[in-house]
């Protein structure tokens, strides 16, 4: 890490994007010693990535020990969350308790997309928006105006869609059957590394590898993978009241015009009219305005390129110098 880190000059302000911020990092602030035991305690709510943006802190800190140290929390767009989203079904006490709720997560990258469609189209970002981002981990967000009203990703970023090696949506009683005779480190190895494309497929958690396959596993896990998108579109839907525009980022979401059809094809219920052409252009770049579906659609359609780290940026300026906000902008 100190090589990579040698290639940079001085900075005044190194920005850390936490992907679980719990309920102590609910927005940017800036990161004090004192504050590394709230710090370490969120490794377990999201222990494929805190871990990692922990050890860059340590690393930037001893690199540029002067330069202020600035969190930002990719559960931060989705704290004001409604209730009725936010609020898991089970006991108050048990829920306070242990600080059970659906947190959220890809905030930048739905925030981003939303801004991108803002761009665009600012008549349509001011309405109805489903945010897609699919890459390595999948989620879907649910806004109306810019201001999300669901997500698909949970306490952990394990629920919702179905990812490269994350599952998504599972029966909780299907942990509780795994946890008879498997370890929960056992499990948390297989939700976590082994499941979603990977698992379904035998074959490979990348999705490119898998529309090359040509194997009948490989097209199982494809359609698997779709048909929960497809499900979360029509849930999101409902949510809204109704769809004006689908947004369509991350590694596949941005990249695979396969999968961007064999989700909307099947959308034409919806109001989707897709448009193969436009579907096909494979440059795509940040500013890129790329609609996928005809005019006159009565749902538009896009995959664009959005720029988080500009977005990252931007939160971290907002901070004061030297203020220690935990309910900066999100």
């Known amino acids: 890490m100190n090589a990579v880190l040698e290639q940079f000059p001085t900075p005044d302000i190194v920005a850390h994007r936490l992907v679980h911020g719990g309920d102590w990092l609910t927005g940017p602030r800036w990161y004090r010693p004192e504050q590394q035991a709230q710090l370490d305690a969120l490794d377990a709510l999201a222990p494929l990535h805190n871990p990692k943006a922990r050890q860059w802190l340590g690393h930037t800190q001893q690199r540029w020990p002067a330069a202020q140290q600035a969190l930002v929390p990719d559960t931060g767009f989705f704290h004001q969350l409604p209730a009725v989203a936010k609020q898991l079904p089970l006991p108050r006490a048990i829920t306070e308790r242990f600080q059970l709720r659906r947190y959220g997560f890809h905030g930048l990258a739905h925030q981003a997309l939303w801004r991108a469609l803002q761009d665009a189209s600012p008549d349509l970002a001011a309405g109805r928006v489903i945010t897609l981002q699919l890459g390595g981990g999948c989620s879907a967000a649910a806004l109306r105006a810019g201001v999300p009203l669901d997500t698909s990703m949970g306490f952990t970023p394990l629920a919702g869609l179905m990812m490269s090696t994350r599952p998504g949506d599972l029966d909780p009683g299907v942990i509780l059957q795994l946890l008879t005779e498997l370890s929960i480190a056992e499990v948390s190895t297989l939700l976590n590394q082994q499941s979603g494309l990977l698992g379904v497929s035998g074959l490979s958690a990348d999705m490119r590898n ?39 980022g991350g590694g596949i979401g941005l990249n695979s015009a396969a999968i961007r059809e064999r989700i909307l094809v099947p959308m034409t219920w919806l109001g989707v009219d897709f448009d193969p052409i436009a579907n096909g252009v494979e440059e795509r770049s940040v ?27 931007e939160h971290v300026l907002q901070l004061q110098p030297e203020q220690d906000s935990s309910h900066g902008p999100a």
Do not use: W
């Not at 194997?215 to 009241?241: K, N, P, W």
């Not at 790329?290 to 959005?306: D, E, L, Q, W």
């Open 287 to 313: 500013g890129n305005r790329s609609c996928i579906t005809r005019p006159g659609s009565k749902v538009a359609a896009f995959a664009m390129a959005a720029d988080e780290e500009q977005l990252l940026v």
């Open 210 to 248: 898998l529309l090359a396959s040509g194997s009948a596993e490989a097209a199982f896990a494809i359609e698997s993978f779709c048909y929960r998108v497809r499900h979360y579109l029509g849930a999101y839907a409902a949510v809204l009241g109704g769809v004006d525009a689908i947004v369509f």
